[in-house]
């Protein structure tokens, strides 16, 4: 693992959208040195929300006054809901109403909701405004903060309004961590062993060892460096698979494994809590193992080891789990209708640990079984 007491860096290369992601514990209590060389004199207006601004709001507002920046401070509801076209305009108002001007700086300060929200309103207000992310969940410090995805939900479906905006800076405080709940950070680590499953194996056992240690469930005094390692890792991880397709034409969809079964899920259970993002993907990505075993494509010991690890980790990893009633059929008919579908066909990332590949064309068949089994296996932990 590497030394902590100085910042890490993953950078991006995206030709003239090229920026760079640093880490380091207590950037936030520093926050204007990290602005001032990539912002100048410009104003900030912080998008946030309510649960973040209350613990965060202070530090934030310090920095800001220390590196002499002027702007504005906008709080949003917490939660999914605040991704609407409702949210949505009565924000783009209330910027327009504060004098916003192309050369303001927008910093989205807060989990996926907030950077998908303030991030789409920076690509598309006066069109386009440059903005830093400012990431406060480990979801949102792996995934949703790298990559320039922004967007809001419909009543059709999650995320379907949206752009490619990609941000100026990430800047990325682990120590935020430490107020946010167990089952939040754990729906954040999904995506964190979903890297090691795409195309990193070492990474995967390394999870498999530290797992415990950064999420808190083992005390360990290294956690935090655990941390570091797991976000510039998984960050290292989602750069170079966005530098080669920054536009999902082809290798970014790898970044969906398990996630054509977890929006289903998702789908079925409704917004509202009762199945958070991460945990869906973490039963996703078993399901999508289960299949590529069903299919030939990797052992029966790769889907094991990640059950035990999850179960380990004191995660959820079958759709038994879920407290709703289920369908192998209805979850169906949701995959169908999945963005990544093409022609009708349902796209599936499929394969051993640390080889994942798009795999079309799948016996529908063996889907249903593998629904069924994991809705009605009641699992033994
Ligand atoms: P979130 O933003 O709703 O945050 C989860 C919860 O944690 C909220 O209740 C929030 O108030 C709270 N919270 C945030 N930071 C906290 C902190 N430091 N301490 C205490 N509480 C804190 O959810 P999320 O899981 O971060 O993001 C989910 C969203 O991300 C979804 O809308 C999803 O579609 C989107 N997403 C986008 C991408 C992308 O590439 N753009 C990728 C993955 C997910
Ligand atoms: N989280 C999927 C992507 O960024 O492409």
């Known amino acids: 693992m590497p030394e902590t007491s100085c910042a890490s860096t993953v950078h991006l290369p995206l030709g003239d959208r090229s920026y760079d992601i640093t880490i380091k514990s207590g950037l936030l209590n520093n926050l204007e040195t990290y602005l001032a060389p990539l912002v100048g004199k410009a104003r900030i207006f912080v998008i946030s929300e309510e649960t973040v601004t209350a613990l965060y709001e202070e530090p934030v507002k310090a920095a800001l006054a220390r590196g002499g920046f002027e702007g504005n401070w906008f709080t949003l509801k917490p939660g999914e809901a605040s991704k609407s076209f409702a949210s949505f305009e009565a924000l783009t108002n209330e910027l327009l109403d504060s004098g916003i001007e192309r050369s303001d700086i927008i910093l989205a300060l807060g989990g996926g909701v907030i950077g998908d929200l303030a991030g789409f309103a920076a690509a598309s207000l006066l069109r386009g405004l440059s903005f830093i992310q400012v990431p406060t969940t480990l979801l949102a410090q792996v995934d949703s903060s790298v990559g320039g995805k922004t967007g809001i939900n ?17 800047l990325i405080d682990p120590n935020i961590l430490a107020t946010l709940p167990l089952r939040e950070l754990k729906a954040g680590y999904a995506e964190v062993l979903k890297y090691g499953l795409i195309d990193d194996p070492e990474f995967f056992c390394w999870l498999e060892e530290n797992g415990a240690a950064l999420l808190g469930i083992h005390p360990d005094e290294a956690q935090i460096e655990k941390q570091i390692y797991a976000i510039k890792t998984s ?7 966005v530098a080669a397709d920054e ?3 082809g290798k970014r969809a790898l970044l969906n494994l398990g996630h054509t079964f977890a929006h289903a899920l998702e789908a079925e259970c409704g917004y509202d809590g009762t199945l958070l993002h991460g ?7 078993v399901m999508a193992l289960d299949l590529s075993v069903r299919m030939g494509l990797a ?9 035990t690890h999850l179960k380990a980790v004191n995660m959820m990893w079958s759709a038994a789990e879920i407290d709703q009633k289920l369908e192998a059929d209805s979850l169906l008919s949701h995959m169908a209708k999945d963005k990544k579908s093409k022609a009708g066909q349902i796209g599936f990332i499929l394969g051993p640990i640390g080889k994942a590949a798009m795999h079309r064309g799948v016996d529908l068949d063996l889907v249903r079984a593998l629904l069924h089994a994991s809705i009605c296996t009641k699992p033994s932990k």
């Open 154 to 170: 419909t009543p059709f479906g999650k995320n379907l309004v949206g752009a490619f905006h990609q941000p100026k800076a990430v």
């Open 235 to 241: 960050c290292e991880a989602k750069a170079r698979i």
């Open 247 to 249: 536009r999902e034409a």
């Open 279 to 285: 945990e869906a993907v973490a039963i996703g990505m």
């Open 299 to 307: 052992d029966a010991n790769d889907r094991d080891r990640l059950i």
